[in-house]
């Protein structure tokens, strides 16, 4: 069964640029999942409307990471902070790792 990650950034363009490295990265590991992007003013409405395994919220929203928890809790949901160096580098690989990681994947 194909998991969903849902990766957040403040204004949606980082995010979707993850999101197409992180499936390239799964894709070449034969890696069942679909990545979603969304920006910080859509993303509450996104993870309702997707129910993703994983949100993985971009640094500069990391203050969000308490109310996303909050409106995860008693869900599926597992909510983290993609690592800030991996994010700098926009290393969809490692990015991947982390959230394969939160779901008890690796």
């Known amino acids: 069964m194909s998991k969903e990650i849902l990766v957040v950034c403040a204004a949606g363009m980082t995010s979707s640029m ?6 390239k990265a799964a894709e070449a590991d034969h890696y069942d999942v679909v990545i979603h992007s969304a920006d910080s003013g859509d993303a509450e ?8 395994d994983v949100v993985l919220l971009a640094p500069q929203v990391r203050y969000f990471e308490e109310a ?3 409106l995860a809790a008693g ?11 991996a994010f700098g580098l ?5 990015i ?11």
């Open 90 to 94: 926009m290393d969809g690989e490692k």
């Open 75 to 85: 869900t599926k949901t597992k909510v983290g902070v993609m690592d800030m160096r």
């Open 45 to 52: 409405n996104t993870l309702k409307e997707k129910q993703p």
């Open 96 to 106: 991947l790792t982390q959230a394969r990681t939160l779901l008890g994947d690796v």
């Open 68 to 70: 996303f928890d909050k």
């Open 18 to 23: 993850i999101a197409a490295r992180m499936q």
